[in-house]
């Protein structure tokens, strides 16, 4: 029994010690997909690749991932083929075949791939090739840039031309050394033009760069700083990573991820390889946050069937792929393809067994059992046809037909000089083809050129997409706008906003600022040892705008204009003057008029009662003289209200110091009067003679003469103008006289003085005459009202500006005028209108008094 049992263990052991694995038994038969043709196209595509996993135990194992996408671009190269075969106008009497071989993409393994494909078996053995006539005439390669630049290297040995069928990759086309590559996709050389023109678009300034560590990524990056600074953009971080997944476990990544998802930036731009990017998100994802638009500089597809109650990172991303029509009858192909139909495609097989939950036979790993009838690649729930119709399959399909209008247009060449006999000696110099190839000229499917010289290469458009992915697993991909750089500038970037489905935690378009926008009124003030995109808001100066957000600089208003109160507009500044609408201008208008028309009536009265004793006590003449001079100094006043001009600013002056002079000096010949009536009383002759010839009456044409003088001085040399003021107040501008002369002006200011001072003084001193004389009381209150005035009114008139400095000056005429009049005529009037009997008894008193003293002379 003991034996028996130990006999079953060893039978069993090998069971035990290996896990049976149908996919790496089928790819071990059938690595690749070969097609029989009479040319060969040859491809090295990236089936599957080994990628690294932690065991249970703690070590690394090599673990087979297959890249159904590189699947579904690869059907294109299919479709293309079948359908020159069937086209009677290419290649007739010939057919194309495929030699598609899987190719890892592990950096260390591309030499040895390569030197094994050049073989023609499974050994490497350089410069050696076991098929005498090899029917390939072409390799297609990609989508990684890389791998085809490895290669490249190798098959220029050969001059064996090369298609690539990745992004444009600008050092390939410069490399000296890579003559033989050639590649199918457009120039990207407005890629980050793009890019800018959507992040200006949304107002965004604010971003992070997510970049692979290669050359391509480095000279994307250059590009986009140019632009970015250009605009104004600022980027936050640069994260240059390697996401390889031959390289380390993603895992040592995390750090960096976490340092991205955190940063203060809503936008990140992410330019990887499609292998990189699913790697990345992959990462992304394990984070659980989601709050980031990602816009990629190309498409995202992912298989991976996770179910998750939370949004996708990726939902919500904004993703560049080159703009192409879809390829005529290429979704109905798709959707008839099964395995049936080609039994020979391994991958094909592999693809069905992982969609439709199919088993392999275990007597033939390469047979598929318990497949659904109905089956059809019409069923997929994921976006899996759109990965077929992507920009890969679309190069692949032009590359394709490149090939066979090349060899179309070798074929013709040949037959015209060496006759058919040459066609057989087509398959043995594939280098043939390189200056058709660089010929070649495509509108097979669209209006855009399909040209592989380099110097005539187009450049690319592009679709821009909206990836929504929602936790049901499922994906909608939605083109929401294009980037043409053909349209004029500022119709480039065509975009429906409203369209697009934006992350988890926008309800509406995300924000991506360093600052919060500067709004209208307010201007950016940068802060030392931040980025240009960080600044405070300052609000503008006085008199200063900005009209709109983010405003470097604030405007500064026109003369004639002012800032309103939030800074943002500049307002027509209104024109300002003492007019006679204004309600000082009435008040002052009215007293004007009211003082000239008492001064007036006062003149009436002396005039009436021009024979009373008091009116000639006073000296008639010279009281005529000061009430019509009052009159006119009532009235001068008028000549300061109202719109200036040019006359009324001549005027202003001029009348102001002839009718004030005459004024003053009428009083200081009537204090002068006084002094002499009051000294005749007195011993000897002289002054009696000077009160009986008028000689005080010449002191007004004397003082007014002199006044003349610096007038006329100041009127010939710098004469007063209409000025007009913008700056004094801030919302109007004061249309006022301007004194020409500020020193001619107190000369004559001065001059006045003088004459009240004299009068002051004079009546002063005499101010204790007999009653008979009072008079002198009442002119030393005059002169100190005057001057009170004038002096109170220098100071005030340095301190106002615009129509204050005006009403200042009428205000001091008519009260230094009023003062005149009051302290002089009504006392006077007083006493004729209601006690005309004590001006009597005065004129007895008087006159007795006045005998009395000459008797007593005699």
Sequence with gaps: MFLLVFICLILLFPQLMYSYDPISCALKKKASIFLEGDIMIAALLPFYTWQRQIKATGHYQNVRWLKLKTYMFFLSFLFAVEEVNRNSNILPNMTLGIDANNFPFIDADTMYISLKWISGIDRMI???????????????????????????????????????IGRYDPILSGNIHLTSIYQMAPKDTFLAHAMISLILHFHWNWVGLCISEDERSLQFWSDFRIEMDKNGICVAFVEIMSLSRSSASPDIKVDEILHILKSSVNVIIVYFDSDSLITFFHMVEQSLMTQKVWVMAS???????????????????????????????????????????????????????????????????????????????????????????????????????????????????????????????????????????????????????????????????????????????????????????????GQQLSLHEDMIEWALGFTETPQSLCSESCSPGFRKAHMEGKAICCFDCTPCPENEISNETNMEQCLRCGDNQYANMQRIHCIQKGVTFLSYEDALGIILTSLSLFFSGLTVSILGIFVKHRTTPIVKANNRTLSYILLISLTFCFLSSLLFIGHPNTATCILQPTVFAAVFTVALSTVLAKTVTVVLAFSITSPGRRMRWLLISRVPNFIVPFCTLIQLIPLGIWLGTSPPFVDIDTHSEYDHIIIACNKGSVTAFYCVLGYLGCLAVGSFTLAFLVRNLPDTFNEAKFLTFSMLIFCSVWVTFLPVYQSTKGKAVVATEVFSILASSAGLLGCIFLPKCYSILLRPERSYSYHCRNKKHFETKMSSEN
């Design 126 to 164: 350089p410069n050696y090739n076991c098929r005498k006539e090899s029917k390939s005439v072409v390799l297609i390669t990609g989508p990684s840039w890389t791998a085809s630049a490895l290669f490249g290297e190798l098959l220029e040995l050969y001059k064996f031309p090369q298609l690539t």
């Design 299 to 489: 498409p995202y597809y992912s298989f991976r069937m996770k179910q998750s109650m939370f949004l996708h990172p990726v939902h919500g991303s904004l993703m560049f792929s080159h703009h192409h029509k879809e390829i005529a009858g290429f979704r109905k192909f798709i959707h008839a393809i099964n395995p049936s139909k080609y039994p020979n495609d391994i991958y094909l097989a592999i693809f069905w067994s992982l969609i439709f939950d199919c088993s392999f036979s275990e007597s033939d790993c390469t047979k598929l059992e318990n497949c659904p009838l109905n089956a059809s690649m019409e069923m997929l729930p994921y976006p899996f046809i759109n990965m077929a119709i992507s920009e890969e399959s679309y190069n692949l399909y032009n590359a394709v037909y490149a090939v066979a209008h090349v060899l179309h247009d070798l074929f013709l060449h040949q037959v015209e000089f060496q006759g058919l006999g040459g066609v057989k000696r087509l398959v043995h110099f594939p280098w043939k083809l390189h200056s058709f190839l660089r010929n070649t000229q495509l509108y097979h499917l669209d209006s855009n050129q399909v040209i592989l010289d380099e110097k005539r290469k187009s450049v690319a458009e592009y679709d821009i997409i909206n990836y929504c992915h929602f936790p049901i697993n499922f994906v909608h991909m939605l083109k929401v706008g294009m980037f043409s750089p053909f349209a004029p500038p």
